[in-house]
């Protein structure tokens, strides 16, 4: 999958390729080989969402894998939305271990293909680059209910408001008509064990249903 974001004459074209209405999953490793784009300020990102393949009334997960704010960097997050989230309709879960995933010196994560993984059981979400933790919670408290529901996947490279990016990109360009970002995807692979509840389900209007 290549994914290109590019500045045009109506403004920006982004690329999105998501499950939604398609297929989802619960619980398992997934694991994304991709070239992260990070080179121009693209907000490139790998994350789950949705609770199912339909949109869900009673609110949903967000598990963000990966999402660079429009750096050179990595950084994870955890959300709850809609009624699961109480009165807000929105909680932002404190990770255990929370970490920003930064290049070794002299790299850059555009520079060549790396692991994004997501291990995720009944118990515990951790999140690894390259086979090394750098996110995990626990996931085992009534507030992180909906870390337990299915979730959809959503790979993305976009271009991110201010708000979004918090202040200007790591690396920006002082003539945004050259912008031009591309993001890579060998595979996404997902292994799955029925030892723990782990699942995967179509969307009712798919196909493949029965």
């Not at 979400?125 to 992180?144: Q, R």
């Not at 708000?163 to 790591?170: E, F």
Request: with cysteine.
């Amino acid at each position: 999958l290549v994914e290109i974001t590019k500045k045009s004459s109506d403004g920006y074209h982004a690329g999105r390729l998501i499950s939604e209405n398609k297929w989802a999953f619960r619980y398992g490793i997934l694991d994304v080989r991709m070239v992260m784009a990070t080179r121009n300020g693209a907000c490139s990102a790998v994350w789950f969402a949705g609770g199912r393949p339909e949109s869900n009334p009673n609110g949903f997960n967000e598990i963000d894998l990966y999402e660079n704010f429009g750096y050179d960097s990595i950084k994870t997050s955890l959300h709850t939305w809609g009624p699961l989230a109480g009165e807000s309709g929105h909680i932002m879960h404190k990770l255990d271990t929370d970490i920003t995933a930064t290049p070794q010196n002299g790299e850059h994560f555009w520079d060549t293909f790396h692991h994004l993984t997501l291990v995720w059981t009944d118990k515990e979400i951790g999140c690894y680059l390259d086979g090394e933790l750098y996110a995990f919670v626990d996931i085992t408290d009534e507030s992180l209910a909906s870390m337990h529901l299915f979730t959809t996947i959503l790979l993305a490279n976009g271009v991110g408001t201010k708000n979004y990016t918090s202040s200007n990109p790591q690396n920006y360009l002082d003539d945004v008509s050259k912008f031009f970002e591309i993001q890579a995807i060998d595979y996404v692979r997902l292994y799955q064990t029925n030892t723990i509840d782990s699942a995967f389900t179509y969307s009712d209007t798919h196909p493949d249903k029965q």
